[in-house]
Nanobody, 123 residues
Framework: QVQLEESGGGLVQAGGSLRLSCLARGRALNLYTLGWFRQPLGEEREFVAWSKWDDDSTMYADSVKGRFTISRDKSRNTVDLQMNSLVPEDTAVYYC????????????????WGQGTQVTVSL
């Protein structure tokens, strides 16, 4: 069982930055891939980035490459998402997720989710 808690969402103007943080609680976290997805209003949940807990492997959606950075702090059991050069299309509820044993962008394969945090980018 893994519990996830996001923080750091808010309202920002286009071109600005936000940093999201996800605190993970549970056993054997080194067996899990942690990542971020987002869900714009009225749309499906979509992949943003993931990071393997036990090594430095990462993956990003094309839409955020070069603007977003995912990072882990094993001492704090957190996975953060630094978001720069934000655009209105980044507006969504952002969810932290965890899955064991799969390196996948498919949200339905992920096992655990946080409650989500709203990110709104204004013009």
């Amino acid at each position: 069982q893994v519990q996830l808690e996001e923080s750091g969402g808010g309202l920002v103007q286009a071109g600005g930055s936000l940093r999201l943080s996800c605190l993970a609680r549970g056993r054997a976290l080194n067996l899990y891939t942690l990542g971020w997805f987002r869900q714009p209003l009225g749309e499906e949940r979509e992949f943003v980035a993931w990071s393997k807990w036990d090594d430095d492997s990462t993956m990003y959606a094309d839409s955020v490459k070069g603007r977003f950075t995912i990072s882990r702090d094993k001492s704090r059991n957190t996975v953060d998402l630094q978001m720069n050069s934000l655009v209105p299309e980044d507006t969504a509820v952002y969810y932290c997720g965890a899955n064991r044993g799969h390196l996948t962008n498919l949200s339905y394969i992920w096992d655990y989710w946080g409650q989500g945090t709203q990110v709104t980018v204004s013009l």
